[in-house]
């Protein structure tokens, strides 16, 4: 048990707000985990290989080697030998994480489903979903992972269970152990149900479903409703029974067994309910929309009940000793999802006595204000450097950077969250600087769309397929129309094209990346500095190492930065390592720290520049 558990994340972390940032003194990184680039991959819109308008697991390192088996075929060399050149040489799509300098993937729900929600509703809790692959082509892409030195970690999606679950279908049934693996309850007015069944069930209390309306739905060959705190086809799991517990341990322990060394714990919040079933109070009292916008009640009966932040410390203590037993030469991994508070979401981070999640997902960028930004990020970074240091700024439930702000905004948040201690989560296209696309009402498959008071809050516009080059469908898939719309963009949006011009959001994130490796940037303190409403500047300093200004111009005017009048113990010139496009500044300018006529730093609005105390030549 570490002593220090609090401060797991880093060996050891000291963070103190100053007169105008933060300083962070920060010591020799404990683990793997502790400083690396997550990649999420939502595996729908990543790369189709197999044409049929979804993105698959093979497609993870299948990318225009289709050609070459064509190209083979007309010179009529055996199959058996083009499918192992192909198999043994496609690797296209792994090696763009390791050209970008990404070491560890998660990869979004792939298990097998009726996709009422994307996956996030399982089926079966041991099986590839046909429309991504098979299991051998999951063992080959963790071998394929395996040997570029790529960690794997997958969604664990315990709160609930798909409709057609053959556990809820047994369930249904009262069959055994099942009978009670979900949250059954009768209905209010169930003796009155019982004698009359023209008199329509009453639910139990007023919780609602996080999509809206009751989170309740009767089953009438039970003749009890049962819980689901999202979709209609999303049943809650009770963990209160002890062979839910072991279920998911065994779940936890078969796919570590395949190759998995961390896993992103969905919903967690939700896990558990109070055992009370009583009504939810209103935020505001008497507001009829209390009974169907699920943002109008206080959740205190329905999320971050006590038994959640126990569980974790059970899996956190189940998957360290499987670790241990098995010889795994590197530690797992539990990320959390919770947009919980911050002293809820440290609950789960465990205490001086019991180790839980190694990371608590840090939504606090999502939420930035574009109105206050600088004072917003300043805010959220002090926030989680005094806990833990951990950032995303885009994900499969929030829109991307370019339209929450602006598409000239795209480096300056790379260089922000690539240049701060802790892990980075990049979300598939985020190195390409990818903007949400319109989606008609006719191409919606959000489930968020079915109708109701949320028809319109679609998160399809933010999965779109990922742009790979200029050709038909951004190259994510060939013949057919792709599962959601290509954003018009891609003909210059692409990763191919990108990789070709030296100032490109790709060229930028693959330095930022490299940068982030330095012992400066893995090592090394922080100090910012908010200046004024626009200008934000990090340092990263290491005794006997270079160090590192990112000055961000995130206002909409030119501005001229005096560095000296900010930032402490700067030499009167700095060299330029890395400027955004629109910064106008090249790698191995020289810019003034003073108030100079010459060299001045003057930054044009939306532009990045990472300055180093370090010659470097141009």
Not at 342 to 361: E, W
Not at 482 to 504: A, F, G, M, R
């Amino acid at each position: 048990m570490r002593s220090f558990n609090v401060f797991l994340f880093l060996t050891i972390i000291y963070a103190c707000t100053t007169v105008n940032g933060v300083y962070f003194q920060n010591n020799q990184i404990s683990d793997w985990w502790t400083n690396t680039i997550i990649y999420q991959v939502y595996p729908r819109s990543f790369k189709d290989s197999n044409n049929d308008d979804i993105g698959d697991l093979r497609g993870m390192y299948i990318y225009l080697y289709e050609s070459l088996i064509i190209k083979l075929k007309k010179t009529k060399m055996k199959t058996s030998f083009y499918l192992f050149y192909a198999f043994s040489g496609i690797i296209q799509k792994l090696d763009h994480f390791v050209d970008l300098g990404i070491e560890t993937l998660w990869i979004g729900p792939f298990l097998k489903s009726p996709m009422d929600d994307m996956g996030y509703d399982v089926e079966d809790f041991y099986m590839i979903d046909p429309v991504f692959g098979t299991m051998d082509d999951f063992e080959e892409l963790v071998r394929e992972m395996k040997k570029r030195n790529l960690k794997l970690i997958t969604e664990l999606i315990p709160n609930h269970s798909s409709y057609e679950c053959e556990w809820f279908q047994k369930s249904i049934k009262r069959e055994g152990k099942y009978a009670d693996y979900y949250v059954w309850r009768n209905a209010s007015n169930q003796d009155e149900v019982m004698q009359n069944s023209s008199i329509k069930p009453i639910p139990p209390n007023n919780w609602l479903s996080v999509f809206g309306g009751t989170g309740w739905s009767w089953n009438d060959d039970r003749k009890q409703f049962y819980l689901h705190k999202f979709n209609v086809k999303q049943v809650d799991f009770n963990f209160r029974n002890p062979d839910v517990h072991k279920e998911f341990l065994d779940i936890i322990e078969f796919w570590m067994g395949k190759g998995v060394v961390g896993f992103r714990i969905d919903a967690l919040r939700q896990l558990y309910e109070s055992d009370l079933f009583l009504d939810e109070p209103c935020l505001t009292e008497g507001d009829p929309l209390c009974s169907v916008i699920f943002g109008c009640l206080n959740h205190t009966y329905t999320m971050d009940q006590p038994e959640t932040i126990e569980i974790i410390k059970e899996w956190r203590e189940f998957i360290d000793n499987y670790t241990r037993s098995n010889n795994i030469p590197m530690s797992s991994i539990l990320n959390t999802e919770s947009y919980s508070a911050i002293n809820i979401l440290m609950q789960y981070y465990g205490n001086s006595t019991r180790d839980g999640a190694h990371v608590p997902f840090n939504f606090g960028l999502l939420l930035a204000d574009r109105n206050n930004i600088v004072e917003s990020i300043e805010e959220h970074i002090k926030e989680w450097l005094d806990n833990m240091p951990d950032y995303q700024i885009e994900n499969h439930d929030n829109p991307r950077v370019p339209t929450k702000f602006d598409p000239e905004t795209v480096p300056l948040f790379t260089a922000l969250k690539l240049s701060l201690p802790g892990i980075d989560v990049t979300y598939y296209g985020s190195e390409i600087g990818m903007d949400d696309t319109y989606v008609r009402p006719d191409q919606r498959q959000d489930p968020n769309n079915a109708g109701g008071i949320r028809v319109d809050e679609s998160r399809d516009y933010e999965r779109c397929p990922m742009q790979w080059d200029s050709s038909i469908n951004a190259g994510f898939t060939e013949e057919k129309k792709p599962w959601l719309p290509v954003n018009p963009n891609y003909y210059k949006v692409n990763v191919e094209d990108q990789k070709k011009i030296p100032t490109s959001n790709y060229n930028f994130y693959k330095k930022m990346s490299q940068l982030r490796k330095t012992n400066t940037l893995m090592n090394g303190d922080l100090q910012t500095y908010n200046i004024t409403k626009s200008i934000y500047i990090l340092k990263r300093s290491l005794m006997e190492h270079e160090s590192y200004i990112v000055v961000m111009n995130f206002g909409s005017e030119t501005e001229k930065v005096i560095l000296t009048n900010a930032v402490n113990n700067l030499q009167e010139k700095l060299y330029v390592y890395l400027g955004s496009e629109n910064s106008g500044y090249s790698t191995g300018d020289i810019v003034s720290t003073v108030s100079s006529p010459e060299n001045p730093l003057t930054l044009r609005p939306q532009s990045v520049v990472v300055l180093t105390n370090k010659y470097i030549a141009s």
